[in-house]
């Protein structure tokens, strides 16, 4: 066992998978239980690193790690939701695809920055549908008399699947691609300008955020404060 291994081992935590099943062409919802999830400190928006291959005995460990949005945590029950897509076909998604119930995962978290942040007047949530459990999580937060956009991009119609409750309240637009540009026509036909100060979450591929962040900011003047922007791979 290399030395990282080792010292990997001892800063994170264990989980047990309780449920895993696939619920879209591209995505497999994973169950997680823990005695360590019991008066867990979480925001909406965070996420969980997780570390799949830290577990196995001697020199099978590796430190393969992947970063997950956390879907959904119920302190009640110490048990949390993980959307993981696979459209890569890399470990991560390899791992989620042979997950099973009992099976042991090693984690560290929750951390990261791109949460909800409460009392905006509006907000838009912008991205493929890599960001969608993501979204969900920050969408159930958000009161119901304040104004929410959304534009959430997927190749195909079975690409998309629905928040816990069954429910779909996010709006899909379904194409091959859709540019920086594409994403702001579609918001601003939801009346994105009509509210100046909405806070706008944009996630996804690195270079739709990063071009969709220079036009609302060069163009469209949107204050650097109202933009909140997380690529969520390259």
Same mark, same amino acid.
């Given at each position: ?19 895993a099943q ?27 690193? &997780? ?16 970063? @997950?949005?956390?879907?959904? @945590? ?11 897509c696979t ?33 905006? &007047?509006? @907000? ?21 008399d304040v ?25 899909? &637009? ?25 806070? &706008? @979450? ?33």
């Open positions: 066992m290399s030395l990282l291994t080792s010292l990997a081992r001892q800063v994170t935590q264990q989980a047990t998978i309780v449920a696939r619920i879209a062409a591209h995505a497999y919802q994973l169950t997680l239980a823990s005695p360590a999830f019991v008066d867990w400190t979480y925001t909406p928006g965070q996420t969980l690193n &997780v570390f799949f291959g830290l577990s196995a005995r001697g020199g099978a460990a590796t430190l393969r790690k992947r970063t @997950y949005s956390v879907w959904d @945590y119920n302190p009640h029950t110490a048990q949390l939701e993980l959307a993981v459209f890569s076909d890399g470990p991560g998604a390899r791992w989620a695809a042979q997950c099973r119930a009992g099976d042991e995962v090693s984690f560290y978290g929750p951390g990261g920055k791109f949460v909800l942040a409460p009392n905006a &007047v509006g @907000y838009a949530l912008l991205g493929d549908v890599s960001c969608l459990s993501h979204f969900y999580a920050l969408r159930r937060q958000i009161p119901t104004p929410v956009i959304s534009v959430i991009h997927a190749q195909h119609t079975d690409d998309c699947f629905p928040d816990l409750d069954g429910s779909l309240p996010l709006h899909f &637009v379904v194409a091959d691609t859709l540019s920086a540009e594409q994403f702001l026509a579609a918001a601003e036909a939801q009346g994105l300008r009509s509210v100046p100060e909405t806070l &706008v @979450y944009w996630g996804g591929p690195q270079t739709t955020c990063v071009a969709g962040h220079r036009v609302l900011q060069r163009e469209w003047q949107w204050p650097d404060q109202l933009l909140k922007t997380k690529p969520f791979w390259k």
